[in-house]
């Protein structure tokens, strides 16, 4: 198949899934959602992406499928220990300051990040004081999420991570082992709220002393990303805090000003006053 050919194919099947389900990817990456959509096309077993659009339009058991592919994100607990650790000695004792807090998880997929916040928010006496928001536009996210269930395999990684963020516990003080995996303490999520919301088409989420997003606007292009930190600074409050991801930033984005360098190395930037 040419490649004229493949590119009339993919945007014809974006905009299907938008126009069908209202699920925006038209403004991703393009190499990263060709990327995943050859695979989904691959593994579904179509010969090529028209087929799969017919599928998509008729087959109420596709959408689910092709979402899991398109909004697949690879995390860890503590996924860079050197930024969780900077939140827990640097963002803390700004955060301690208020008597009440929030704090969104945008494109929160399994939960990974999510669980590091509480469990670094306990450890740092905040927790009873927060409310956790994790958001994704995936339900099959949201709902690996809400389990809370990890194969075992990966939680020597993330036991790693945990005692390199400064952790104060044993990791293994929040899961018990069951079957192959570790199923993380459901009080971890006794203060958390999950919400389907998309960065592409839905409007500003709450007023959050805290944001992170980390790896995911690194799937949009430029106008998508702009939109994203627009979202994010509509969302914030005034000298809030908000983490992206190691190979994300600021600096293209029309928004930069509204912002300061928090701690630059680690990509976490604090809102303005004004």
Sequence with gaps: M?????????????????????????????????????????????????????????DDDMLPRLLGYLTVQV???????????????????????????????????AGEELYSYVIL??????EDRTLFYATDISEEALAAASRGIYSLDRIRTFTENHRASGGKSSLSDYYTSAYGNAVFDKSLRDRVVFSDHSLVTDAVFGEMQFVSCRNV???????????????FNDSLMRNG????????????????????DFVREEKIYQRREQ
Excluded at 92 to 104: C, D, F, G, Q
Excluded at 217 to 223: D, G, L, S, T, V
Excluded at 241 to 260: I, M, V, W
């Design 2 to 58: 040419s490649d004229i050919i493949e590119d009339i194919e993919i945007r014809l099947l974006l905009e299907a899934l938008y126009q069908r389900f209202h699920y925006d990817f038209r403004d991703y990456a393009q190499a990263s959602i060709r990327r995943r959509l050859r695979q989904a096309r691959d593994q579904l077993g179509f010969a090529n992406f028209s087929a799969l659009q017919e599928h998509l339009l008729h």
């Design 75 to 109: 995390s860890e607990m503590f996924r860079d220990p050197s930024f969780f650790r900077t939140i827990r000695e640097k963002v803390v004792p700004h955060l301690r300051t208020y008597p009440s807090l929030k704090l969104w998880v945008a494109g929160c997929s």
């Design 121 to 126: 928010f306990r450890e740092e006496g905040l």
């Design 217 to 231: 606007m690194i799937y949009f292009n430029r106008e998508l990303q702009d939109r994203a930190i627009g979202l």
């Design 241 to 260: 805090f908000l983490g992206l991801g190691s190979k994300e930033n600021l600096r293209f984005s029309r928004h930069a000003d509204a912002f300061t």
